[in-house]
Structures are given as structure tokens and as C-alpha cells.
T-cell receptor, first 112, second 109 residues
């Protein structure tokens, strides 16, 4: 089975802190994605990557950056966390375009 | 108006009932996905379909491309089916996934 693992289930950080959310997949997938999920809204794409060192902005990239130094690992970075970034963050990977995506278990981030 | 609308938003059922969750979309699509999210947060892909009908165990997904509508059916529902069910479409023009806001299902014994 494909496994997508996010480093933390729950995180509490202070406003202004630099926050790293890590995601690792074990199936050699090309594509990796970071989404956030908020009540009343569908999942929204923050950033995605289709290859090592490649990244593309999604629909809501402001306040975030990403890093993909190795194929299996895709990191989401909040340079200076703010309270409006309190959310559930979900990582996903897929083997190619227009294929099924596999999701991690989510990280619930609270910024205080 | 959201490009992907799900109904109902919330659904409660007794164990054994037949359940239907609906998804309507307003964009051209290449595929539609049904996803399941359990209370812990993780999301599991149930179906990806572009036409017709797919069945897996007690779950059935149908899509009508002309009417831009899909349904997810659960036969003989069970408390372990309690979850949020999310419809997502892959837009033809942008190739991006657009997600519905989900349907929260609770099945009581």
C-alpha cells in the first residue's frame, strides 16, 4: 500500500514562528501536493511539485513556501506563522497527472 | 457559487439504511473522485470515475456527464461508515482538482 506520512498530527506554534510541515511518500511518486482544509471550504491547493526541486504555486500560496530536495519528501514552510494559518494541512502524492491521489493523515496546526 | 456542490451537508442514518450522497459540478471535467475522511483527518480515495458506474463492496458511485452530476451510494450502512465524504472533480481546462465541502455522515447502531 502507498504510504504518505506527515510528521505531526497536531502542532501548536506561536505567531511569528517559522514552521516546517514534513511529508514523506514511499511509492516513488512524481507529484506531491500540499492542501489546507478549513470548515465550510473544500480543500485548497497551496503548492505542488512534479519533480525534485520543481514547485508550482497553487490557489493560495501567500504566506507559504515549499521545498523538495528529494523525490520522497515535500516540505511546507510557514515563514512567519499567523493566526489565519490555523488549519488542517494535508499532503498528497500521485504517480502522474490525472491519476488517483494518496493522502497523508493530516496535520492540525494551531497558531496562537 | 461553488463549482462543486454536495448535498446534503449533514446526514444521519440508522444502521442498515441505504444512503445517497449527491455531487453537482459546473465545469467540464476529465474525472470525478469520491474521497472518505475519517475523524482522525486522513483521506482515502474511494473511486475515480469518468463515466458510468463503479462498485466496491457496499459502495457504488455513478456519474452522469451530461447532467454534471454524480452520486455515491452506500448499501446496508454501518456505524464504521461514519465519515466525511468528499467529491472532487478534475477540471478539463486547468487540470486541477476542485473539491466540494464534504458531506458528514453519521450512522447510528
Amino acid at each position: 500500500d502507498v504510504k504518505v506520512t506527515q510528521s505531526s498530527r497536531y502542532l501548536v506554534k506561536r505567531t511569528g514562528e517559522k514552521v516546517f510541515l514534513e511529508c514523506v511518500q514511499d511509492m516513488d511518486h512524481e507529484n506531491m501536493f500540499w492542501y489546507r482544509q478549513d470548515p465550510g471550504l473544500g480543500l485548497r491547493l497551496i503548492y505542488f511539485s512534479y519533480d525534485v526541486k520543481m514547485k508550482e504555486k497553487g490557489d493560495i500560496p501567500e504566506g507559504y513556501s515549499v521545498s523538495r530536495e528529494k523525490k520522497e519528501r515535500f516540505s511546507l514552510i510557514l515563514e512567519s506563522a499567523s493566526t489565519n494559518q490555523t488549519s488542517m494541512y494535508l499532503c498528497a502524492s500521485s504517480p502522474g497527472e490525472r491519476t488517483e491521489a494518496f493522502f497523508g493523515q493530516g496535520t492540525r496546526l494551531t497558531v496562537v | 457559487k461553488n463549482e462543486v456542490e454536495q448535498s446534503p451537508q449533514n446526514l444521519t442514518a440508522q444502521e442498515g439504511e441505504f444512503i445517497t450522497i449527491n455531487c453537482s459540478y459546473s465545469v467540464g471535467i476529465s474525472a470525478l473522485h469520491w474521497l472518505q475522511q475519517h475523524p482522525g483527518g486522513g483521506i482515502v480515495s474511494l473511486f475515480m470515475l469518468s463515466s458510468g458506474k463503479k462498485k466496491h463492496g457496499r459502495l457504488i458511485a455513478t456519474i452522469n456527464i451530461q447532467e454534471k452530476h454524480s452520486s455515491l451510494h452506500i448499501t446496508a450502512s454501518h456505524p464504521r461508515d461514519s465519515a466525511v465524504y468528499i467529491c472532487a472533480v478534475r477540471a478539463s481546462i486547468t487540470d486541477k482538482l476542485i473539491f466540494g465541502t464534504g458531506t458528514r455522515l453519521q450512522v447510528f447502531p
